[in-house]
């Protein structure tokens, strides 16, 4: 049976990329909003006995949840077999705890909310820190994709006498594959956080690899204030300017510019979230 694939506005290069590698057909969809801000969904294409593939990266997911559910269900009402959701970002990973009393633990909910509507979930390392796995949270079958190896190759053929920093002990798991699959160096720095936006982070002993490429690795680029942080303590330390990585470009704001003029040398990033920066094509880890 064929699959019927849809791409949420701003996804269709991202679905372009999926068909080329896999058996599908682009599904003919309207959305647009009225004008008074409420979403139009409308399909146009025959879904019923499909399997329909929901293409939609879930940065600034407040804006794109509706669109996603509407078409969701409407697909469902019409007949679709099931519906998947490729989100190769996945929102709301952070708040994975209550950190202060009143707070909504908004992971659980989110998850929660997703598992009411879809049947499957293929996403790229989500931001699992205090939980182990999705299914702690998701109902539905998820399948994750890591882009180290893709990371690892980009390494390898395009940098020299490469050193991996991870900017906090969280980063460590992927720093290290990463690392190891490109043959390189790594350190993993102490961040401490203090609230959305301000970090400090300590740099260890890194006398030896002066003269290696600092690359600093991360799996969200967000307020920028990580990567800032790390790159100012570079500099005291003497290292060279640094090239940033992030497997997801989130960039809130100003910040892929205020990382560029903090020094770093470049700024590369996955194509899980649509970029200037995405350099990494991990497309294939999200074959349905
Ligand atoms: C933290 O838990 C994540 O792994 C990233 O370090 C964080 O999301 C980066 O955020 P920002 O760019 O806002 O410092």
């Not at 290069?13 to 599904?27: F, N, V």
């Not at 390189?184 to 290696?212: C, F, G, M, Q």
Request: glycine share 4%; net charge negative.
């Amino acid at each position: 049976m064929k699959k019927l694939f849809f791409a949420l506005p701003g996804n269709e290069k991202l679905m372009d990329l999926l068909l080329q590698k896999q058996d599908g057909e682009k599904g003919k969809v309207e959305i647009h909003q009225f004008p008074d801000g409420e979403t139009y969904v409308r399909i146009l294409s025959d879904v019923k006995d499909k399997e329909v593939i929901l293409v939609c990266t879930l940065h600034e997911p407040d804006s794109k949840l509706l669109a996603v559910y509407f078409l969701a269900k409407t697909a469902k009402e019409l007949g679709a077999k099931s519906i998947s959701l490729v989100a190769p970002y996945l929102a709301y990973m952070r708040q994975d705890k209550v950190f202060n009393p009143g707070e909504a633990l908004s992971s659980t909910y989110f998850a929660r909310l997703i598992s009411s509507f879809i049947d499957t979930l293929i996403t790229i390392d989500p931001h699992l820190h205090r939980r182990s796995s999705l299914s702690e949270i998701y109902t539905i079958p998820t399948r994750l994709g890591h882009a180290a190896d893709h990371i690892s190759t980009w390494i390898k053929n395009n940098i020299d006498r490469p050193l991996l920093i991870g900017p906090d002990s969280e980063s460590e798991q992927w720093v290290s594959e990463i690392a190891k699959n490109a043959e390189a160096p790594y350190v993993v720095l102490t961040k401490i956080r203090h609230d959305d936006v301000n970090v400090t982070v300590s740099v260890p002993h890194v006398d030896k690899y002066k003269e290696y490429t600092p690359i600093l690795i991360d799996d969200i680029i967000s307020t920028g204030h990580t990567m800032i942080e790390t790159i100012k303590h570079l500099k005291i330390v003497g290292m060279k300017p640094p090239i940033c990585i992030g497997i997801h470009a989130v960039f809130a704001g100003n910040s892929f510019e205020e990382i560029k003029n903090s020094g770093a040398k470049e700024i590369i990033s996955c194509n899980t979230i649509p970029h200037e920066s995405n350099r990494i094509d991990i497309s294939d880890l999200l074959i349905v």
